[in-house]
């Protein structure tokens, strides 16, 4: 498997949300060591394979200057569900309609969702 293909199957196989260190986000991408351009470069991949991660500063080499192997990482598939919209909202605000997603959270408010979190709902209401 290719770069991050291995992280993302995990992640699904999580519902959608693993946890890892830095460690094993540098071996499946090839690295030996970790350093400003490994962080960059975990950043890059993760954005191809549409994964998602927290918290922000372990991956900025500018806040994590010293990377260590075990520093941990939240990686979430960014899918369009309603765990990836909330962390997207969050975690950038400026590529979201906060509002939207935050309000459809609380509310339940079937205009916010999504076509596939609706026919979910109505899967669970029918096999209810």
Not at 2 to 12: C, I, P, Q, T
Request: glycine share 8%.
């Amino acid at each position: 498997m290719s770069g991050l293909s291995r992280m993302y199957d995990e992640a699904v196989a999580h519902d959608g949300l693993v946890e890892t260190t830095l460690g094993q986000l540098r071996e499946e991408l090839g690295y030996t060591r970790l350093g400003r351009g490994v962080l960059e470069g975990i950043v890059v991949a993760l954005g191809k394979h549409e994964l998602g991660y927290f918290p922000r500063e372990v991956l900025d080499p500018r806040c994590n200057t010293e990377p260590r192997q075990w520093n941990k990482v939240w990686v979430y598939v960014r899918d369009n569900s309603t765990r990836a919209r909330v962390l997207d909202a969050v975690l950038c605000p400026e590529q979201a309609n906060v509002r939207s997603v935050l309000d459809g959270l609380v509310s339940r408010n079937p205009s916010a969702l999504t076509t596939e979190e609706k026919l979910q709902r109505i899967r669970e209401i029918a096999n209810s």
